[in-house]
C-alpha cells in the first residue's frame, strides 16, 4: 500500500477547520466577555453553556489520540471487547447525573480538591490538589500530546517535535479564552470528530468488502464478523490471550465500574463542564454525552477490527510493523493514509480536533486548581479576580511547555497506547473513588480514612502489581483472579486489582473511622444532602431508560 501524505485538497480543507474553530473562538469570546470577568466565569463559564455545548464538550475532552489512536489499536488486537470503555461508559455518565452532579452544585463545588476540603479537611485537599496536577501534568497532559503529536505526524509527514508544538500552540489559543471558549468550539471540534471519524469507518468497511470481491459497507461489515468473528465478543472466556486486560464480567460487575465512575464522577477534567451550570442543564449535558459515547466504537473501534482481517489476509504487512514486530497502534494511520484527497484532510482535521479539546480541557483544569486550591488558599490568599484570572492563564501556558518538554521521553509500552493510560491510572483510581464514594454517602468517613484509601490504595495497587514476580499466584485462577501470561507468570487483570484494591480501601476506611468515633477524636464534615436532590425530569428519565435498553441489546447480540 503507498503510503499518502497531505495533499493541497486536504490542506485547503484543514484549513477551514482550523479557521472555523478560531473564528467562533473569538466571536464567543468577545460575546461573553463583558458579562463576567471574574474566576467562576473563566473557569467554570458560569451559568453560559447549554445542555448541548456541555454534552460536546464533554466527548471532545474525552475522546483524543489515546482513543483513535489506541483504542483502534486495541479493535485491532482484542476486537469489539474494548467498546466496553464506551459502552460502560455511557451507563456511568447517566448515574454520575443522577447521583454525583447534584451533590457538588448543591454543595456548590467549583473543583475536586474544594469538595475534599469541604466534605474532610485542607491537608487531604492539598494533598490531592498537588496530586492531581502532577498526574494531570506528568501523565495526562503529556500522553495526550505525545501520542495526538504521532498521529498527525505520521499522517501529514510533519516532523514530530513541529506537530507537537503547533498542536500545543494552537490549544493555548483555546485554553486562554476560558472555558465558555472551550465549551461553545468543542461543539465544533466534535462536529468535525464525529464526521471525519465516520468518513474513516466508511472508507475501513469498504476497503474490506472490495478486498472480498464486493462492495458497500454493509457487506464489508458482515465480512468482518465473518473472517474474524473471535474479534466480536464483548465477554473475553480466561483462554483469550487479551483476558488480562479484560478479565471476563469484570467489564459488567468488577473493575471497569471503578475505571468509569472514577473518571466521569471524580475527575475535575470532566465534571468541570457540568460545575458551572443548573442541575437541569448539567443533567441534560451528562445524557446528551451517553448517547455520543454509545457511537463512538463505531468511530474508534471498527477501524481497528478492519485493519485486522485485512492484515490477517496479507494486506499492510509492512505498514503495521514497527521494530520488527506488529504495532497495533499503527492501523488507524494506516487507514487514514488511504483516504482519498480532502477526505482524509477532514479526517486529520477530526483526529486533531480531538487532540486539541482534550489538551484544552486538561490545561483548564491544571489551571483551576492551581489557581483555586494552590494559589488562592497558599501562595496570595488575598487575590483579587483579576490576579485570579491572569495566573489561571499563566498556567495554562506553564504546563503546555511542561508537557512539550515532558512528552517526548514518554514510553509507552506493547499494550498499546489506551491500555497503558487504563492500566497505569488505575494504580491510583480505587483509592480516589474509595475516597469519594464514601465522602458522599457516609457521614461518618473521617479525613484519615480518606488519607488512607490514598496512599494504602496506591500501595496496595503497586504490591499486587508486582507481587507475582515473588509469589506464585495460581492458586487464584480457581476463582477467576489470575490468568497465566506468555512469560508462565500467574498475574491479577488490572480490572480485578482495581476491584481488590476498592474494596481494601473501603473497608480500611470503614475500619479507621469507626475507631476514631470510639476513641472520640472523629471530627467528620458532612455535606448538604437530601433524597430529593437526586429526582429526575420525565424527559432524563426516558432517555435514561433507552440507553439502558440500547446497552442490554448491544451486549446481548455480541456477548
Known sequence: MKHNLLDTKDYIVFAIYFVIVAAYGLYIYNKKKSASTGSKDYFLAEGSLTWWAIGASLIASNISAEQFIGMSGSGFKMGLAIATYEWMGALTLVIVAVFFI????????ATMPQFLHQRYNGTVAMIMAVFWLLLYVVVNLTSILYLGALAVSSISGFDLTFCMYAIAAFAILITLGGMKVIGYTDVIQVFFLILGGLATTYLALNL????????????????MTSKASEHFQMILKPDNENYIDLPGLSVLVGGMWIVNLNYWGCNQYITQRALGADLKTARGGLLFAAFLKLLM?????????????????GAFQSEMMQDGSVNPDRAYPVLLNLLPAGLKGLSFAALTAAVVASLAGKANSIATIFTLDIYKKVLKTDASEKDLVFTGKIAVVVAMVLGVLIAPHLGIDKKGGFQYIQEYTGFVSPGIFAMFILGFFWKRSTSNAALFATIGGFGLSLLLKFLPGMVDLSFLS???????????????????????????????????SLTEYRKGVAN????????????????????????????????????
Request: charged share 10%.
Open 478 to 512: 480457581g476463582i477467576g483472579f489470575s490468568v497465566k501470561t506468555a512469560a508462565g507468570i500467574y498475574e491479577i487483570p488490572f480490572l480485578d486489582r482495581m476491584g481488590i484494591v476498592f474494596v481494601f480501601c473501603i473497608l480500611g476506611m470503614v475500619l479507621i
Open 524 to 559: 467528620p464534615k458532612g455535606l448538604e444532602i437530601d433524597s430529593s436532590m437526586f429526582k429526575t425530569t420525565p424527559g432524563f428519565a426516558v432517555g435514561a431508560l433507552i440507553i439502558v435498553g440500547l446497552l442490554v441489546a448491544l451486549y446481548g447480540i455480541y456477548w
Open 102 to 109: 447534584p451533590v457538588y452544585l448543591k454543595n456548590k463545588i
Open 297 to 313: 466504537p463505531i468511530i474508534v473501534v471498527l477501524p481497528g477490527i478492519a485493519a485486522y482481517v485485512l492484515y490477517k489476509d
Open 208 to 223: 474490506v468488502s472490495t478486498h472480498y470481491g464486493t462492495s458497500g459497507v454493509f457487506e464489508g461489515y458482515s465480512l
